[in-house]
């Protein structure tokens, strides 16, 4: 009997063997070679393994009926042989369960081996997106794509500007505005494709690059929303807007008196001024941007264009202007200095400085300063601001 269970041993180690090593857990086959003068590995196929298996069996038998036989105990052979035989049955039962074990294991390797390749093939993707971006567009709302070198310069240039004006905040404050002005705030950023729209001479405002509006509109089929408050019967500005960028931009006029004649076609007239609510000008109601934004439904929405000429309201309202959540992106307004609220010309200065601390604090940028030398003997001056991230400024020093 004790050669009965060593037979044993040796048959189920055997068994085990061959229904684990496909899975790499061990690889006792290695005291017999595969056939065809291969070497074990972990992609030695199954029918190998079985005869390989065989051939231990019958090895393993000779081996013990050689050694009973001669030791006169030819029923003990017999024994092993018959338990053997038991074995081989074993290992023939278990092998289905062990293949399927082993595609599984295969199919979950695979699955694991997609899903690690896609989630890399994304976050590959999605590192040349963000190496792609340029701070241009990060800083510029998408307004402005270009290389970093020449955004930085850009950025570098407007700190150099603006580090000037804080250098000398009180000069030019003798009492006009054509001196006051002469003194304060030049255009700290370029805007190369900048475009004057409107009428020549008073009426006309410069706009930057409305040829990227234009293609924002008809390539992406992005909205486009212009707000024109004071209009003086001339409507040049809101035509140029029709021609020069999209006549589906959504226009918008807004004036205290009747429209008269040369509405452009799809453009929207509102007789109302803007003003702070409660009040009224000429006799009528005024509205404040954001209750005119309600009222019209654009609440929350950008005004890619908001021109504002209203004698003077630009003084009062500019600190509403950005209520109800609108997003403006070009600033085209004429400043008045006779309706500057201030009781010495020290006191017009500080509030004038405090209009365009107002701006620039929101990332609003001077692209262009042109004086109504006609109109208001000087007095009057138009500006254009374009909105960048407060980040412009801060963060490329070098």
């Not at 000008?281 to 264009?305: F, M």
């Amino acid at each position: 009997m004790a050669t009965s269970n060593t037979c044993s041993c040796w048959c189920w180690r055997i068994i085990v063997a061959a229904c684990f090593a496909e899975l790499g857990e061990c690889n006792p086959l290695d005291m017999v070679e595969p056939t065809g003068g291969q070497r074990w590995g972990p992609n030695t196929g199954m029918a190998a393994r079985v005869d390989a298996a065989g051939r231990i069996f019958a090895g393993l038998r000779e081996t013990k009926t050689e050694s009973l036989l001669g030791a006169g105990v030819e029923s003990s052979a017999d024994a092993a042989s018959a338990e053997l035989a038991v074995g081989s049955a074993h290992l023939a039962a278990d092998m289905p369960a062990a293949r399927e074990m082993m595609r599984k294991e295969r199919r979950d390797m695979q699955r694991s081996l997609t899903k690690g390749t896609n989630e890399a093939s994304h976050a590959l993707s999605l590192s040349n997106s963000k190496v792609n971006i340029s701070i241009a567009s990060v800083e510029s709302f998408g307004f402005i794509d270009e290389d970093d070198a020449s955004w930085k310069l850009r950025s570098r240039v407007h700190m150099r500007q603006m580090e000037l004006e804080r250098a000398k905040p009180s000069q030019g404050a003798h009492g006009t505005g054509r001196v006051w002005w002469q003194t304060h705030y030049e255009p700290s950023f370029h805007c190369e494709f900048a475009e004057r729209l409107g009428d020549l001479g008073d009426g006309g405002k410069w706009v930057c690059d409305p040829d990227r509006i234009r293609e924002n509109v008809l390539t992406n089929g992005a909205p486009c929303l212009v707000y024109s408050v004071g209009s003086n019967g001339k409507f040049g500005f809101e035509q140029d807007i029709m021609n020069r960028i999209s006549p589906s931009c959504e226009v918008h006029t807004f004036d205290p008196a009747p429209a008269g004649s040369g509405l452009p076609q799809g453009a929207s007239y509102h007789q109302w001024p803007l003003g702070v609510d409660g009040t009224s000008v000429q006799g009528v109601e005024a509205k404040s941007l954001a209750k005119t934004a309600d009222e019209l439904g654009h609440k929350n929405r950008t005004i890619d264009i908001f021109k504002i000429d209203c004698e003077g309201c630009e003084w009062t309202t500019y600190d509403s202007w950005f209520d109800g959540g609108l997003d403006i992106r070009q600033i085209q307004v004429e400043l008045h200095w006779p309706h500057l609220p201030g009781n010495s010309p020290s006191d017009k200065a500080t509030k004038a400085h405090k209009f365009y601390n107002y701006l620039f604090d929101r990332g609003y940028v001077v692209f262009s300063k042109e004086p109504n030398t006609l109109g208001c003997s000087g007095e009057c001056i138009e500006y254009s601001f374009l909105k960048l991230s407060p980040a412009f400024g801060q963060n490329h020093s070098n």
